[in-house]
């Protein structure tokens, strides 16, 4: 996939290594997640993940299918969060990527992440 190594960068999301996570953006990076409003730039980016990572004890994607096209990457997979009382809810997820220069300028997640934050 063109220098961009996608095992480590979601290790380093499974992980919660803000940092490592960041070094794959770009500066002006356009991250959607779901129907949720989209964060532009890395602070936001930063701020808005930082901010989900806190409601979870952790997470682990399964990736099944990587599809590449020009700039652009997607990835079919299955996310198994870990809950604050330490149930496991796995639910799928498709992404959707746009590189730009090796890094990533665009970011489009789409799943129902619900299941994790219900009572059941």
């Not at 220098?3 to 770009?26: A, V």
């Not at 532009?40 to 979870?56: C, L, N, P």
């Not at 997607?74 to 590189?99: G, H, M, N, W």
Request: glycine share 4%.
């Amino acid at each position: 996939m063109r220098g961009l190594c996608y095992e480590k960068l979601f290790d380093n999301i499974d992980r919660k290594r803000m940092e490592d996570f960041l070094s794959f953006l770009t500066e002006d990076i356009k991250l959607s997640i779901a129907n949720n409003p989209a964060a532009s730039g890395k602070e936001e980016v930063r701020t808005i993940v930082g901010a989900f990572w806190q409601t979870i004890n952790g997470l682990k994607h399964h990736i099944h299918h990587v599809i590449e096209s020009d700039d652009y990457v997607v990835f079919e997979s299955l996310v198994t969060y870990t809950r604050l009382d330490q149930k496991e809810v796995s639910v799928p997820c498709a992404t959707i990527i746009k590189l730009r220069h090796e890094l990533i300028s665009e970011w489009r997640i789409y799943v129902d992440a619900s299941p994790v934050f219900s009572a059941a």
